[in-house]
């Protein structure tokens, strides 16, 4: 029995309705396994706005901060046609994300491509290509590298020139190879190591301290791939890659790259890291303002962010295998939201979604 306090942040448009789905799983969760989850509902982006004037408060992040770890959903609006936009960018309702992840001090970025056999239609790779599917996790450090480093443009003897700059110490290599051989742990027990280290010395640095990291986990085997190499092993042999550990830009692209080849947005969950068990879950996807309200919206994504939750920041590795095979379940059963429809399945909203999976939640 475990008691776990969790920060709920519906945000807007489908937010809102695919977190209640969530939770309603959680707590079939609790049920199945005994355990107690209690919650804090916080506003936070354009609900924020409208209630506080700004997109996150520091009450807001100070109540996610006490919290064992948070769960949201998704923030923004109808970009071209919402009072939410007409103010300064760090006043918009996105400006909460970046303000919770830094506040939080989230340095690692988690999404998982899974392809589930039922929705191979939607991956636009070649039926030879896919085999038996594949089933891989990208973790990306989320706080340095180019996006963060210095940069200036300037003009020198007429001539426009822009720098940016791209620094890891071996302290922020370390502490996200740490992340991912622990979650290799949890996996297929492989980690490959993307660079370019051929080339940049931040990379050599990055290849000798995810070496060194290595002697910790002999269970774990470590390889190294150039990013070039990388991005044509995606589409030619998904199959390969368990764990995939790299740097903020090449994680940015090759996240990217790997969700296309699952081919359905609304089945991406995705994990930010802390250096506490302190985790933010949410779907890749966003706000969706087109189908809010409308009981439309696939909570997959969100369902399996929250069983990230339970395995990265509870360890409840079983609960989180009972989520998983009570999604792949109902997919098996047919049933499907209208994004992922196809012939002869049964279509349902974001509510009978949520049922049917909670139904099939079972501890043994
Ligand atoms: P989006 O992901 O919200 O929607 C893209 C398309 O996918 C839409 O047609 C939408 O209906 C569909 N879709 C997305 N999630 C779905 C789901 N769960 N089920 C069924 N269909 C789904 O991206 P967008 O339209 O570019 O952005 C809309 C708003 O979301 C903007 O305000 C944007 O800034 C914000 N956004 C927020 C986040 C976040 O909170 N992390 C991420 C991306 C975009």
Redesign the pocket.
């Known amino acids: 029995m475990m008691e776990k306090k969790i920060a709920l942040i519906p ?5 809102p309705e ?1 977190v209640r789905e969530a939770r309603k799983i959680l707590d079939k969760v609790c049920e199945k396994f005994g355990h107690s989850f209690t919650y804090t509902e916080l506003l936070m ?1 354009g609900c924020s706005i409208d209630a506080y004037g700004v997109p996150l408060t520091d009450e807001t992040l100070e109540a996610a901060k006490a919290s064992d770890s948070v769960l ?8 071209g046609n919402s009072r939410w936009y007409d103010v300064a960018p760090n006043l918009r ?2 400006a909460g ?1 970046l303000a919770i992840r830094k506040g939080l001090g989230l340095f690692a970025n988690i999404r998982p491509a899974y392809l589930y056999k039922e929705l191979k239609a939607a991956c636009p790779l070649r039926e030879d290509i896919i085999g038996e599917g594949f089933d891989m996790v990208i973790m990306r450090e989320l706080t340095g590298g180019l996006y963060f480093g210095e940069r200036h443009t300037e003009e020198v003897d007429g001539v426009r020139k822009a720098t940016d700059t791209l620094t890891y110490d071996e302290n922020e290599i370390r502490r996200i190879a740490i992340k991912a051989f622990e979650i290799a742990r949890k996996r297929k027990g492989n980690v490959i190591s993307v660079d370019k280290a051929n080339v940049l010395d931040s990379s050599r640095l990055w290849r000798q301290v995810a070496e060194e990291v290595a002697k910790d986990y002999p269970d774990v085997t470590l390889t190294h791939m150039l990013v070039d190499n990388c991005a044509m092993q995606l589409v030619m042999n998904p199959g390969q890659f368990d764990v995939i550990l790299t740097e903020n830009m090449f994680g940015d692209i090759l996240s990217d790259e790997a969700s296309m080849i699952t081919g359905s ?2 089945m991406l969950s995705s994990a930010s890291l802390s250096e506490t068990k302190l985790g933010l879950y ?10 809010a309200g409308k009981d ?4 997959i ?2 369902i399996l962010s929250a069983a990230m939750m339970l395995r990265y920041s509870f360890d409840m590795d079983k609960e989180a295998d009972a989520v998983e095979a009570a999604v792949s379940k109902v997919l098996e059963d047919g049933y499907r ?3 992922i429809m196809s012939e002869g399945c049964t279509q349902v909203g974001t509510i009978q979604m949520g049922d049917l999976i909670a139904e099939r939640i079972e501890s043994n």
């Open positions: 945000g807007d448009g489908i937010g695919i982006g949201l959903g998704a923030v923004g609006g109808n970009v309702p996105e994300l947005i609304g949410e779907p890749s996807h966003g706000s969706a303002p087109d189908i439309l919206a696939n909570p994504a969100t939201t209208g994004d």
